[in-house]
């Protein structure tokens, strides 16, 4: 594109995690000169990698479902790419359970595979577990009934929800928690049903069941996997379908305010005071951040700006990253992760930190699921230890600058740190011995990276709620104005790439024959 056509864009997208670039580079497939701009100073928002004492860790992803070869999300996201992204499996078993005094329950493929470890580990529940497993499939099929409308006109999406009305009463109106006390009153069993649920960010209590079904119900079908070479790697492939398609995708842009004309958006702000004129603006930042960030006060559309308000954030988190400097393996790590609550229960946050060990914790060695990765002659190997907390814990420093919160916020995170690595090495004593590095991301570090309210991990919290609402359709009441990522669909990384294929087949609807079936 020449210089002197800069100033004006087909489309921009705000935001480049996954939704964002999805979206960019679906237009951009279309025929479309599209500006993607990124206020953090890496792109690929909670998808983009970073390296530190020659270790490399994933700003957010973990494990990856979705993305078989047969799956339809793994053929988009070649589609989008100049060249296929490589994805290697984690093999049959993803996750391990450590619940309580119990021994590990190790979680494997497909669906029949994890009702024989469930059954194996409670013998007496064979019903309850059956009911599970057909609960799973039918709630991750109740849920595809609702998100298919969010890029369909209102009168036929309110046709179809009616049609399907039976199904999502039964498994989208009703919480995870819910389901479960209708299948099983062993606490064990109940625990190990829902153990997983940071996957999505929804508390057992509070989560939708059907995004529960989702989520969990992907890994069954499709299985875990890992991109090679890391989170980065979905930037380098689908950035170039962008840029050579006359785009442009900037890092370090914030935009401070969305221009409008008419009542109508026409381009973008920057926090540089650039105004950028488009056609067609498509938000990846979140749908509350979009409204309360980006729209100029007195634009109108207060009721939907109120219902978008009135949907809870997800859960906030910690991270240690840990590099490692041994034999590994030998001493514990594996593919698979690890989901760890030494009190037996599962729908707990960290409320009181760090005066108490984390009551939940996920652990992941990413070293061991990427193919890629060279250990050298020193053997080194990065591990993430993860607990999910409230923002509470944090507010006191955040309305400081990095740099600028003081001793006792720096004495606040070593505790934590500490007590994240106490828990770790009660677990895993010898893996322990081996830890050679350590940085701890707060809440704060999430918001930074993405401008998400309170530090929410998954944005909004995956509610009955925010299912069902209307607010959330990929096409605002604002002409122009357009919304993609995580908040469209569901959480993590297919819901997000969903998001904004979605957002971009609403602006131009020919995608939607261009898309690989």
């Not at 690929?44 to 957010?60: C, K, M, T, V, Y």
Request: aromatic share 10%; with cysteine.
């Amino acid at each position: 594109m020449a210089e002197a056509d800069k100033s004006h864009w087909d489309a921009i997208v705000i935001g480049s995690g996954m939704g964002g670039m999805a979206a960019a580079a679906a237009l951009s497939k279309a025929g479309h000169k599209v500006l993607l701009l990124e206020q953090y100073q890496t792109l690929g928002g909670l998808s983009h990698s970073f390296s530190i004492e020659g270790f490399n860790w994933d700003a957010g992803i973990h494990y990856l479902n979705c993305v078989a070869p047969e799956d339809r999300e793994r053929h988009i996201l070649d589609w989008l790419s100049d060249t296929p992204i490589e994805l290697a499996s984690m093999g049959a078993v993803y996750d391990n359970l450590h619940i309580g005094d119990a021994a590990p329950l190790a979680l494997s493929r497909p669906y029949e595979a994890q009702a024989r470890d469930l059954k194996d580990r409670f013998p007496d529940e064979a019903e309850a577990i059956d009911a599970w497993i057909a609960a799973l499939k039918e709630g991750r099929e109740a849920l595809m009934k609702v998100t298919m409308t969010r890029a369909m006109p209102e009168i036929i999406g309110h046709a179809l929800k009616w049609w399907h009305s039976h199904a999502i009463e039964r498994w989208c109106k009703r919480t995870t928690q819910e389901v479960i006390d209708d299948i099983t009153d062993n606490r064990a069993l109940a625990a190990a049903f829902a153990a997983q649920w940071f996957d999505h960010g929804g508390r057992p209590s509070k989560a939708s069941f059907a995004l529960h079904a989702l989520i969990t119900g992907a890994y069954l079908e499709s299985g875990a996997w890992y991109p090679k070479g890391g989170g980065a790697t979905f930037a380098e492939h689908i950035l170039p379908t962008i840029t050579n398609a006359g785009g442009e995708a900037r890092a370090d842009t914030k935009v401070e305010t969305l221009l409008m004309q008419d009542d109508r958006v026409v381009g973008v702000r920057t926090a540089q005071g650039e105004d950028i004129r488009a056609d067609t603006v498509i938000s990846d930042i979140g749908a509350r951040e979009t409204v309360n960030h980006l729209l100029p006060k007195g634009c109108g559309q207060q009721d939907w700006i109120d219902e978008i308000n009135a949907l809870p954030h997800s859960v906030a988190h910690f991270s240690l990253f840990v590099g490692f400097e041994g034999d590994i393996q030998r001493a514990g790590a594996t593919r698979s992760n690890h989901w760890i609550y030494p009190g037996g229960k599962v729908d707990v946050v960290w409320t009181d930190v760090p005066d108490s060990p984390p009551p939940g914790m996920f652990v992941s060695f990413a070293s061991l699921k990427d193919p890629s990765h060279k250990p050298g002659p020193s053997q080194k190997y990065a591990g993430e230890i993860v607990a999910w907390a409230d923002w509470s814990v944090v507010e006191a420093w955040a309305d400081k600058e990095p740099g600028a919160r003081g001793e006792d916020y720096q004495a606040f995170k070593t505790r934590v740190a500490d007590a994240m690595f106490a828990q770790f090495e009660t677990y895993f004593p010898e893996l322990a011995k081996l830890v050679v590095f350590r940085n701890l991301s707060t809440p704060l570090t999430t918001r930074a990276i993405t401008g998400h309210h309170k530090g929410a991990f998954y944005g909004i919290d995956t509610t009955p709620d925010r299912l069902m609402s209307e607010a959330l359709q990929t096409r605002t009441p604002i002409p122009g104005l357009f919304l993609a990522g995580q908040d469209v669909l569901s959480p993590g990384i297919p819901g997000a790439l969903w998001g904004g294929v979605l957002a971009a087949a609403t602006v131009d609807p020919s995608l939607f024959r261009q898309l690989p079936g």
